[in-house]
């Protein structure tokens, strides 16, 4: 994975930089940019369209931008999350420290909530010959979990072997 940005800022640049209020998630200016001093105390960065169509709020440090999520949970936890960030509720704009938590892209991916971007199934559920089939992935292998009649079946299978093997599901 490539270095971020945020890997090279230390919690005292970011203290300096900025006041936070992490029972809500928001940051705000205590040393604005020279060139934008109206800035001081209103909340920083602005939301951003992914490649996922997703939000993210985004805050410009030294002319680089740096998500909010990242920020939070470090001045959270002292530590920056590695290798991502879930936000744990799906919402990518809500960043209060008990939304986010440090996880691998697998983990991240358990919030999807379709498989793929023209799918209008669940995750895991695909029809075929009239049917629902239900599969998951399970240490790079897929695992057929049955054919049903209709979608609640195959989407009720498909949650019971989430959280079997991976302990939770939040998704849809």
Request: some cysteine; overall charge positive; aromatic content about 12%.
């Amino acid at each position: 994975m490539t270095e971020q940005y945020i890997d090279k800022i230390d919690l005292d640049t970011l203290n300096h930089l900025f006041t936070f209020d992490l029972e809500n998630g928001k940051v705000f200016w205590k040393s604005p940019p020279k060139k934008h001093p109206k800035m001081l105390g209103k909340e920083a960065g602005n939301k951003r369209i992914s490649g996922g169509n997703k939000y993210y709020c985004r805050i410009k440090i030294n002319k680089k931008a740096v998500l909010r999520s990242h920020i939070i949970f470090y001045v959270a936890n002292g530590f920056k999350a590695k290798p991502c960030i879930d936000h744990i509720n799906g919402d990518s704009l809500d960043d209060r420290p008990c939304n986010l938590r440090q996880a691998t892209i697998m983990e991240n991916s358990w919030n999807h909530k379709t498989r793929t971007k023209n799918s209008k199934l669940p995750m895991g559920i695909r029809f075929q010959s009239n049917k629902f089939i239900a599969r998951i992935v399970h240490n790079k292998k897929y695992l057929h979990l049955g054919s049903f009649e209709n979608l609640d079946d195959a989407v009720n299978v498909y949650k019971q072997k989430r959280i079997e093997l991976y302990g939770q599901f939040s998704g849809y």
